[in-house]
T-cell receptor, first 114, second 115 residues
Framework: EPEVTQTPSHQVTQMGQEVILRCVPI?????FYWYRQILGQKVEFLVS????????KSEIFDDQFSVERPDGSNFTLKIRSTKLEDSAMYFC????????????FGPGTRLTVL | AQSVAQPEDQVNVAEGNPLTVKCTYS??????LFWYVQYPNRGLQFLLK??????LVKGSYGFEAEFNKSQTSFHLKKPSALVSDSALYFC?????????????FGKGNQVVVIP
């Protein structure tokens, strides 16, 4: 069964450093998402991406964040200058479209900012 | 804005007993409702969904959920819990009328099935 994959599974970085989280969505899906889950809190929407552009973003997704689909396969989330409060589990999701279909989630990347 | 509430932090149940995980939602239009489960060190796995039709929907691993429009609820149920059902369960809603496809999640419920 096709699945969403994410790398790395765990990333440790120093405050102020740039990180790139990578995702490979399901191949025939058209919509891509990033969500995050701070430890002990709910899963929060960050951004959605369709047709090579951001279709929606939350208030969390400020200028420090960017997304890209560089090669038609990978979907990346970049945090330019990490802060302590960026420490969280980051989930990538993909959706083929159609109201009756669900989003499929990857296993997540745990980001720890020291 | 769409939102989901999962009022309990943890649900403890003895193996073999019925399991219920509660979820209420708030949307401006018609809700599209989902349950996901997260096992330790794993991603979110889809369990079941309500889009339209029968209020009782059946999903993976023997789980089912009942959509109740008047109570704005979508409680997850399993008639006989297994130890392997111990995990974190998330309810989520998508509000198509808001013109977006984002999911709004509840805070999650830790289910502990006691042998």
């Amino acid at each position: 069964e096709p699945e969403v994959t994410q790398t790395p599974s765990h990333q440790v970085t120093q405050m102020g450093q740039e990180v790139i989280l990578r995702c490979v969505p399901i191949s025939n899906h058209l919509y891509f998402y990033w969500y995050r889950q701070i430890l002990g809190q709910k899963v929060e929407f960050l951004v959605s991406f369709y047709n090579n552009e951001i279709s929606e973003k939350s208030e969390i997704f400020d200028d420090q964040f960017s997304v890209e689909r560089p090669d038609g396969s990978n979907f990346t989330l970049k945090i330019r200058s990490t802060k302590l409060e960026d420490s969280a589990m980051y989930f990538c999701a993909s959706w083929e479209g159609g109201a009756y279909n669900e989003q499929f989630f990857g296993p997540g990347t745990r980001l720890t900012v020291l | 804005a769409q939102s989901v509430a999962q009022p309990e932090d943890q649900v403890n149940v003895a193996e073999g007993n019925p399991l219920t995980v509660k979820c209420t939602y708030s949307v401006s239009g018609n809700p599209y409702l989902f349950w996901y489960v997260q096992y330790p060190n794993r991603g979110l796995q889809f369990l079941l969904k309500y889009i339209t039709g029968d209020n009782l929907v059946k999903g993976s691993y023997g789980f089912e959920a009942e959509f109740n429009k008047s109570q704005t609820s979508f409680h997850l149920k399993k008639p006989s819990a297994l130890v392997s059902d111990s995990a974190l369960y998330f309810c989520a809603v998508r509000d198509i009328s808001e013109g977006n496809n984002r999911l709004a999640f509840g805070k999650g419920n830790q289910v502990v099935v006691i042998p």
